[in-house]
């Protein structure tokens, strides 16, 4: 049993450049996230997917889109990378009901220059 | 929304001794409080939760205490251990879709 899985682990991008984050979890949960966790912030929630076909804005949304492609995948987008990008990402998916325990993913260090 | 503050941000204590981290939300809809451990360059991961209707939660070494009067719960660990070092994070949700808001982390160090 897998749990939620991210790739890359690691990514270096020029400002300007775009890319993907992938997330996919095995563990049939309604809810997906995206956080990102940077130094003395704790999780910022970016967006989330309470449901398939459904996603909402989180806390700190600006410069990122997100993709619910279907119950197990749920990708983050960076359309034109800043250095205030730079930070340490992680995906999780919870059931949604009242057992409501977060599965993160092994994150994904990002760092823009 | 949710507004979830936590303190200490940083926390050493000597093996052995008892730590003890607090945060306060905002919302009093709020009814299910997790708290995370993440170790260094790993995930986080969920060491024990309460719901608004219980008061304290025990699970060996460690407990959390809720007060929904006052809008704050508190996690305990005692006989710390060196194993215990991590950053702690305390959560509030208020269930339904499962939107979860963090604090900014407890650094705990355990001196040997």
């Known amino acids: 049993n897998a749990g939620v899985t991210q790739t890359p682990k690691f990514q270096v991008l020029k400002t300007g450049q775009s890319m993907t984050l992938q997330c996919a979890q095995d563990?049939?949960?309604?809810?997906m996230y995206w956080y990102r966790q940077d130094p003395g912030m704790g999780l910022r929630l970016i967006y989330y997917?309470?449901?398939?076909?459904?996603?909402d804005k989180g806390e700190v949304p600006n410069g990122y889109n997100v993709s619910r492609l279907n119950k197990r995948e749920f990708s983050l987008r960076l359309e034109s990378a800043a250095p205030s990008q730079t930070s340490v990402y992680f995906c999780?998916?919870?059931?949604?009901?009242?057992?409501?325990?977060?599965?993160f993913g092994q994150g994904t260090r990002l760092t823009v220059v | 929304g949710e507004n979830v503050e936590q303190h200490p941000s940083t926390l050493s204590v000597q093996e052995g001794d008892s730590a003890v981290i607090k945060c306060t939300y905002s919302d009093s809809a709020s009814n299910y409080f997790p708290w995370y451990k993440q170790e260094l360059g790993k995930r986080p991961q969920l060491i024990i939760d309460?719901?608004?209707?219980?008061g304290e939660k025990k699970d060996q070494r460690i407990a959390v205490t809720l007060n929904k009067t006052a809008k704050h719960f508190s996690l305990h660990i005692t006989e710390t251990q060196p194993e215990d070092s991590a950053v702690y994070f305390c959560a509030a949700s208020t269930g339904g879709y499962q939107k979860v808001t963090f604090g900014i982390g407890t650094k705990l160090q355990v001196i040997p």
């Open positions: 309460i719901r608004s209707n219980v």
């Open positions: 997917s309470a449901s398939e076909g459904t996603t």
């Open positions: 563990m049939n949960h309604n809810s």
């Open positions: 999780a998916s919870s059931d949604g009901n009242w057992n409501t325990e977060a599965f």
